[in-house]
């Protein structure tokens, strides 16, 4: 307990990120004219570990998820992923290096059938290119009827398969939620975004949610950073928890030593008892 507060209270010093992180974030500022969003973030995600990133409003959370999409380019610090640094690659080349998102606000394609909408996330993995369709050569039929298999092996796996062919529009807001999951995972992914994937939801699909996380991780191996304001559902699900305030991180550690964290408490209650 004692080490892991002590990690979590050396925001200040640098530490080198590691090559066999997943994703490494190393000092990350960002700023929005006067106002700093991000100060001197620092922290590591493994392979295939589910870590909770957490702080209250305008903690600066969101603005990280936006500078690991490459949304945002950071004024200072840099954020490396495999090994490689993001800065490096195009915003559009995110999602072929193995990132995907969801949003707080579900991003669907409200009159796409849920099967075409699942469709759309897997043809970031295309290889048969804009000539290739244009003409209907055979390479675009086959790519086509692999990523055609690929979104009806997700529609079953996340049980869509009676919404199948429905518009996105008309589902409710929680199955919405496994759709959106659905196509986030289409292209394969090495590092699952998650945004708020617990707002909106009741208590009993937050409980099937925080299951359905662990079980994503479990099956594809897939490492997942989630913001999230249920507190419970992050530490219940969570192997690691960074904590933000004010833009900095204030913890990181494990569940319990974060919850337990004198800043983190201040953060959260005013207070630290």
Do not use: W
């Amino acid at each position: 307990m004692e080490l892991a507060e002590a990690k979590a209270g050396t925001a200040d010093e640098r530490v080198e990120p590691h090559d066999s992180a997943l994703l490494a974030v190393d000092g990350v500022t960002m700023r929005f004219g006067g106002v700093t969003a991000l100060e001197d973030v620092s922290f590591e995600v493994a392979r295939g570990a589910i870590c909770g990133l957490i702080g209250p409003n305008g903690a600066g959370k969101t603005t990280l998820f936006n500078c690991i999409s490459r949304l945002y380019d950071p004024h200072t610090g840099a954020i490396r992923f495999d090994g490689r640094p993001l800065a490096s690659f195009s915003r559009h080349e995110i999602a072929t290096l193995g990132i995907a998102r969801t949003f707080q606000n579900v991003a669907l394609f409200a009159t796409m059938t849920t099967r075409d909408n699942v469709r759309v996330g897997a043809h970031a993995l295309a290889r048969g290119g804009f000539l290739s369709s244009a003409l209907t050569l055979p390479l675009a039929g086959r790519e086509e009827r692999r990523l055609a298999e690929r979104a009806d092996a997700l529609i079953e796996e996340f049980g869509l398969k009676a919404v199948a062919d429905r518009p996105a529009g008309e589902l409710p807001f929680g199955v919405r939620k496994r759709v959106e999951l659905a196509r986030a995972l289409a292209i394969g992914p090495k590092l699952l975004l998650l945004d708020e994937p617990a707002a909106g939801l009741n208590h009993e699909e937050v409980d099937a949610l925080g299951a359905e996380i662990r079980a994503i991780r479990d099956r594809r191996g897939v490492a997942i950073l989630l913001v999230e304001h249920h507190m419970n559902l992050v530490m219940r699900v969570s192997d690691q928890v960074v904590a933000l305030d004010f833009g900095r991180v204030i913890a990181d550690g494990s569940p319990e030593a974060v919850r337990a964290n004198p800043n983190v408490v201040r953060a959260y209650l005013g207070s630290a008892a």
